[in-house]
């Protein structure tokens, strides 16, 4: 098939394209490459993409461009046929929408409109698009379904991406334009965003310097590995979404719908205290970490916690790798990285 992968030059995005890649898929990445964080490991990335094509004969070719510009997009549908389109580009993270929130209507929202549009006029069969697990926001039921409500949102971040979801449903009711989405519950692993709590805990405990240690450690997030991600994501994107049959328009399931509509959960379905994970972490290292202990920051979420029931049922699996095996590997790269 040829596939379109967003964001490519991203964490997830990269995994997802050379896996198609290895498998023998057609990739178009598009990815604007911004400065949000390093962007020479969104370069390096890049570079493995076109080593992984050259390898396995595969087709690849990489778009430099903005989603938010629309011309590059309407092209980007002009120029190829695409069988799938998978959807991983956004303005990521919790905190930084806080401060910079307009970025987030722009990759957000204005780009996930031109894919929409791309999509529909160009008659793509099946559109994957990433959401997040931030979306449950003020829920505390656990563990966190499909069918829950999402309408209590703690920060911005959450907000477009439950735009996201809503804004699919309307193309795929008024376009039949099959759409899934996935919300992703606290992605990790190697080549994993510099932003994100085990990429700074690594660098700072090496470096000898302190980590900040929110809520005291007693949160809870159901950490999901790259690899258990990366094949959700593909499984969920082959098999294309259908509309629901037995779908009650006067007791609307939010999850699914009378149109090809449907969202899941990517999650471990196995919450870990932070601490936990920190501590996963040292033993990793093999060195303690020296911990600044701090309140619950702005629009955090005490807990998350994936029911992955849904997801499992429709495409056969089930994200399992243990947290102490997936931090170990993600320190191994990073030492073999960074030379530390």
Known sequence: MKILVTGNAGFIGFHVAKKLLMRGDSVIGFD???????????????????QTAKETGSEYQFIRADLADREAVENCFKEHHFDRVIHLAAQAGV??????????????????TH??????????????????????????????????????????YAATKRANELMAHSYSHLYQLPTTGLRFFTVYGPWGRPDMALFKFTKNIIDGNSIPVFNHGKHTRDFTYIDDIVEG???????????????????PSPDSSN???????????????LIKYIEAIELALDKKANKELLPLQPGDVPDTYADSSAL????????????QEGVTRFVKWYRDFYHV
């Open 233 to 251: 994501v593909i499984r969920a994107s082959d098999d294309i979404a259908a509309s629901n049959t037995k779908w009650d328009s006067a007791q």
């Open 259 to 273: 149109a090809p509509f449907r969202i899941f959960n990517i999650g471990n379905n196995n919450p870990v205290e």
């Open 32 to 50: 604007n490459v911004n400065d949000y964080y390093d962007t020479e490991l969104k370069e390096a990335r890049l570079k493995i993409l076109e």
């Open 115 to 156: 894919i929409l549009e791309g999509c529909r006029h160009a008659q793509v069969p099946h559109l994957t698009y990433a959401s997040t697990s931030s979306v449950y926001g003020a829920n505390t039921t656990m563990p966190f379904s499909e069918k829950h409500g999402v309408d209590h949102p703690l920060q911005f």
């Open 312 to 323: 499992e049922k429709a495409v056969a699996y089930k994200p399992s790798t243990p947290v």
């Open 95 to 112: 905190r930084y929408s806080l401060v910079n929130p307009h970025s987030y209507v722009a990759s957000n929202l204005i780009g996930f």
